[in-house]
């Protein structure tokens, strides 16, 4: 079986940081720790739609995060497009695309179409490939008329497709998606969820790991579904599968949910 990813005893603890006087009162107390993602063994499957999902807290986005080599595990390990995320860092960030719904890592004074030539010369696109990739980018994501405004003065919906051109422009292999349509009208979430299925997964053969907390979508949309809880995945399979496991062969995910999450 050809995996996109393989995790092993994943798990990532935050020593949350002091206040000094604090320390200074209190100096042998031990300081906190939040252990964020919890002894996670996952495989995903490649051309598979696999959401998470869970409660705010729960270590999602912690996940993604190091499976982007964007922070370091604390134990365990996880191979990404069949590169080692601790030894291989260039080859696993060229093989995914991360898109979160961070704003501040753009340009807010440049036009959209700089902030994507900027981030295309990253991707090594000369100005030609740049050209083209984002032409058919901003088509796809109806931006096109947008692209010559700053990016401070649009809308919260408009730099969300930005980010999602974003992560796109590398044309990546496996994408992250952490909440990518939270913020878009219900017919962009539609055509977009459809773009992801349809382009994508089925035409183009990419992975995608999707975080929502919009549980109809991740129900139509998913492959197999995951739900975390304080670091931990609790179940992890298709709704069918879920269904079994709350005895309900007709139950939706939001009923499986609610009866998985322990309160
Ligand atoms: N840099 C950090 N330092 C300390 N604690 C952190 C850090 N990043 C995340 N955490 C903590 O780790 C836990 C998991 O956070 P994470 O953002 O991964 O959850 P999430 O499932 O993505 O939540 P949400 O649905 O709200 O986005 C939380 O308790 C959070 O406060
Ligand atoms: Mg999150």
Redesign the pocket.
Known sequence: MDYAIETSGLSKE?I?PRIIYRAIAHPFTKQKT?L?VNNITISIRKGELFCLV??????????LKILSCLILPTRGNAVVFGYDILKKEDKVKAAIGLIIGDERSFYWRLTLRQNLSFFAALYNLNPLQSKKIIKELSCLLEIEDMLERSFQECSTGIKQRLAIARGLLGDPQILFMDEPVKSLDALLRRELNIFIKDKLIKERGKTVIL?T?NLKEAEQLADRIAI?QKGEILACGTLAELRAKINNPIGSLEEAYSKIIVD
């Open positions: 935050f949350t939040i964020a869970g409660p705010n807290g729960s270590g999602k986005t912690t996940f975080i907390h975390m």
